[in-house]
């Protein structure tokens, strides 16, 4: 895997920071495709009975680089996936990579984009904290589904979120994000269920998954891949923040952020004995 991006990464010729995020998401999208198929392998097996020969339309909104789509359903081409997201780089790296005659990439913004047809499968995998208004866009992908259909969202939450030995650095990372401007809400987990059970119409049916990830039996490369998916955003978005409204305690903040983050990801690495942690909140809903 990390052989093949970093042959993609030379195809394209991407910034730094987008490499290392293109890197994040590809290690997102591989560390929660066990819990991902969990929840979506029983769905995709019911709409592919009820259907038969017939094709699955599905939508993964805000796909990024294209890797979780392609993972989850790039085998199955009986499956037709639009994945859609803001940022053109983003998708023009994901139709080279994974576009297909089944699965294909637009450059839309969520809250304002419409499929041409009703869809058989929405997924919405750690982009609401993203939107403005995450829950009349939950309310507007509804309508898109066919009845039967399904909406499957997944978000993490920081306050599920245990290590042993824990440092106070790593407290100090995890409470400070939802602090910095413009840092979309960390806590998001636990809002789905809220969310998602005034849907109108009202959903046929309705389930809440927390399926856990952990670094027990890692190597030391999954131990830090465990650390860049949990918190390497972190530093970024304290840099960002810094970059969008200098100031004095931004700076000092986003360079708090590179230090601690240099630390604690060595201690992952290193400290075989040290146990982590994090719950993933699934929900979702059929019509
Ligand atoms: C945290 S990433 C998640 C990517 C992917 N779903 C995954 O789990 O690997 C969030 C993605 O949502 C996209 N995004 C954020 N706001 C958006 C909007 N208003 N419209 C379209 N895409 C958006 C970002 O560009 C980014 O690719």
Redesign the pocket.
Known sequence: MTKRIAANERRTSISKTEVFASSR?AL??SQ?HQIDMHVLSPILNKLLSARRSKRIKII??????G??AHQRFGANDQLDVIG????PK?VRFANEHFGSNHMRFVT??????APSQPVHLI?????L????EPEATVQRYWRFLVKGGYIVA?NSDDQLNITYPDSQNLRYLINETNRIPGSPDRNFGRRLFSMFRPLIPAPNSLSIHLLPQMVTGGTKNERAGFFDEMHG?RALYAERAAERTPSFAAKKRSERFKKISIRERRRFKTDKELFAAEVQIFASARR
């Open positions: 998401l997102q999208a929660t993964d909104v805000g796909s990024g680089y890797y979780l859609i997201d803001i940022n983003f839309a913004d969520i809250e304002e984009f997924i919405m995998m750690q982009v904290q993203h939107l403005r997944r955003f």
